[in-house]
């Protein structure tokens, strides 16, 4: 992989700790010679990040601020990007969430409250940071999301946030066709389930987690550097010729019916 990305520049959103799917990606980034940028959402997410980056081999360009319900966050972020490095070729958005209490019991009970901060935060912000990339994308480039499996499938307990990951993926496919004229691509890893601090949410993970190692094809769980090296090749010349699309990194889970 080395080099597959050298001379690219790539912001990674999403890094809140170790766990982070966005962190796995950041090493296969990194790995393959990209510079990064990395965008966190409070001070505290920072001294996290902060103390990452120490102890891995990886310097990035810059870390930013960047809340990803505030368009004025949003801009203002790009902004300090684009003064720092002019061009972007690169976009991973990891981000999502929803409340606790949304993420158990049935759907039919999720609040208008709670529907709507999942939707903006999980499947907005993707729409309104790929509007900020793209102005920074002049030489074409890559924007890569993560969903899951709940965005197709009913999944006990991930509700509210299901439905957000089925208009993330819809606005993956709109995003694709409006951008693919000026040479940037827009697709979405389907990871299967990992540990982090945003799965820890939803109520009943462990018994997700045991169902994929029963039942996938490959009979196992998969793991962050997995979900790296597969956004890895979504951001790279190798799947030039893909957008619009959902990339399923979930040991086969996906192809099952009974
Ligand atoms: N863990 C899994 O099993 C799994 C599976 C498939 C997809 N995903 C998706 O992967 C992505 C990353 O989640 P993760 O599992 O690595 O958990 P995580 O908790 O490590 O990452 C979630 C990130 O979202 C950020 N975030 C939340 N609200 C934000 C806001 N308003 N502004 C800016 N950032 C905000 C958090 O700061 C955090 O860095 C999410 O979209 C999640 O739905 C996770």
Not at 14 to 27: D, F, M, P, Q, Y
Not at 197 to 226: C, H, W, Y
Not at 245 to 258: E, F, N, P, Q
């Amino acid at each position: 992989m080395n080099g597959l990305l050298n001379g690219k520049t790539v912001v990674v959103m999403g890094v809140a700790n170790e766990r982070s799917l966005a962190w796995g990606i950041a090493k296969s980034l990194h790995g393959a010679g990209a510079k990064l940028i990395f965008t966190y959402r409070k001070e505290r997410s920072l001294a996290k990040l902060t103390g990452l980056l120490q102890d891995s081999a990886i310097e990035p360009l810059m870390c930013v601020s960047c809340d990803v319900n505030d368009d004025a966050s949003i801009e203002a972020a790009f902004e300090e990007i684009k003064q720092q490095t002019g061009v972007i070729h690169g976009l991973v958005h990891s981000v999502a969430f929803a409340e606790k209490d949304e993420l158990k019991g049935e759907y039919v009970d999720t609040s208008r409250e709670g529907f709507l901060l999942a939707q903006d935060t999980s499947a907005y912000s993707l729409v309104a940071v790929a509007r900020e990339a793209k102005k920074l994308m002049t030489e074409g480039g890559s924007i890569v999301t993560q969903s899951y499996i709940g965005a197709t499938r009913v999944v006990r307990n991930y509700n509210v946030m299901g439905v957000a990951k089925a208009s993330l993926e819809a606005s993956v496919r709109y995003l694709a066709e409006d951008l693919g004229k000026y040479g940037i691509r827009v697709n979405a890893v389907s990871a299967g389930p990992i540990r982090t601090l945003a799965a820890k949410g939803v109520s009943g993970f462990n018994d997700i987690m045991t169902t994929i190692e029963e039942r996938a094809p490959l009979r196992r769980n998969i793991d962050q550097d997995e979900v790296g090296d597969a956004t890895l090749f979504l951001l790279s010349s190798l799947s030039r010729g893909v957008t619009g699309d959902v990339l399923h990194v979930d040991a086969g889970y996906h192809i099952l019916g009974l």
